[in-house]
């Protein structure tokens, strides 16, 4: 039987606030991996995946901040039903 991969999760992973919305940064690894892997997820479970990895999660976290701040908060909250496209 295969062992399922251990993920291992950044201490940076945070809920972030902006202009009365908030997402959840979520920041992490494959144990066996040194790229770190940036999503940022809604309240509705919707998610935003960064396809390229990261060299230490502090990168990541900055990235999330700066994407954020420049393309608005609001860009990365999808529909409430989770579904379709925005």
């Not at 892997?37 to 900055?62: C, G, K, P, R």
């Amino acid at each position: 039987m295969d062992k399922e991969p251990t993920i291992i999760s950044s201490p940076l992973s945070q809920p972030f606030y902006l202009d009365g919305a908030t997402v959840f940064i979520e920041i992490y690894r494959l144990e066996e991996s040194k790229g770190w892997t940036l999503e940022i997820e809604d309240e509705y479970h919707n998610t935003t995946l960064w396809e390229d990895e990261f060299s230490a999660d502090t990168a990541a976290f900055d990235e999330a901040q700066i994407a954020i701040k420049s393309q608005g908060i609001r860009s990365f909250i999808g529909p409430e039903d989770g579904k379709g496209t925005w």
